[in-house]
């Protein structure tokens, strides 16, 4: 039955049912809400956390490093301005020297004699070291502070050998360990000390700590 307010131009008017727009509507556009998953935006607001709270642990090695680096160019300081080149002073007799020495090289002065071109290169290579460990340093497991601690002292050793070469062209040494004249270790510094026991630490946490971490939980 009609309805008695319909007059016939009204009836006309309105749209017929195959006029309507059945087509189905965006999310956004009937609630108001966004088309991102949430559990795309659960992971980008647990990732920011995260990262800071790496970089907070992180921060905690970088001072290691930069302590690091202090100590070394300090005693390399004191070297420089205590001892002669190349003239040993007994400190442990027959065992410990304080003898000053430049390495031009790498470790155990190799390509010492390669005519300047190492300077840059092994400069760069500490450069590119460095950078690696400080963002690895960020990385790190939580729980691999063994690994970390290892990184650190590379890190400032790295660092410390890096100012020398850029700032006098050579790698500045004074540590002399030897047994009388019948065998001598190469001259180091602390920043080698540094390096070296960083390594043995990174090497460490490879063979028998990395491997616990990953194990599953019971």
Do not use: C
Not at 49 to 54: C, I, M
Not at 60 to 83: C, G, M, N, R, S
Not at 168 to 176: L, P, R, S
């Amino acid at each position: 039955m009609p309805n008695p307010t319909d007059t016939p131009d009204s009836q006309h008017n309105k749209p017929s049912q195959s006029e309507v727009d059945h087509s189905p509507k965006p999310a956004h556009a009937t609630t108001g809400s966004s088309t991102t998953p949430k559990s795309r935006l659960t992971k980008s607001t647990n990732r920011t956390p995260k990262l800071v709270a790496n970089g907070s642990r992180a921060f905690v090695w970088y001072i290691l490093a930069l302590v690091i680096v202090i100590i070394d160019q300090w005693t390399k300081w004191l070297a420089e301005t205590k001892l002669t080149f190349h003239d040993p002073v007994p400190v442990i007799e027959p065992f410990l020297n304080w003898t000053l020495a430049y390495n031009y090289g790498a470790a155990f002065s190799f390509l010492a004699d390669a005519g300047g071109w190492q300077k840059w290169f092994f400069s760069g290579l500490a450069l590119l070291m460095s950078l690696f460990l400080i963002i690895y340093l960020i990385k790190a497991p939580r729980k691999a502070t063994l690994l970390s601690f290892g990184l650190a002292l590379v890190l400032g050793g790295a660092v410390g050998n890096l100012i020398d070469r850029l700032l006098h062209g050579h790698v500045i040494d004074f540590i002399h360990v030897h047994y009388a004249d019948v065998w001598h270790y190469p001259i180091f510094n602390i920043a080698d000390i540094g390096i070296s026991i960083g390594v043995l630490l990174i090497v460490i946490d490879m063979l028998f700590l990395e491997k616990k971490r990953e194990m599953p939980r019971s």
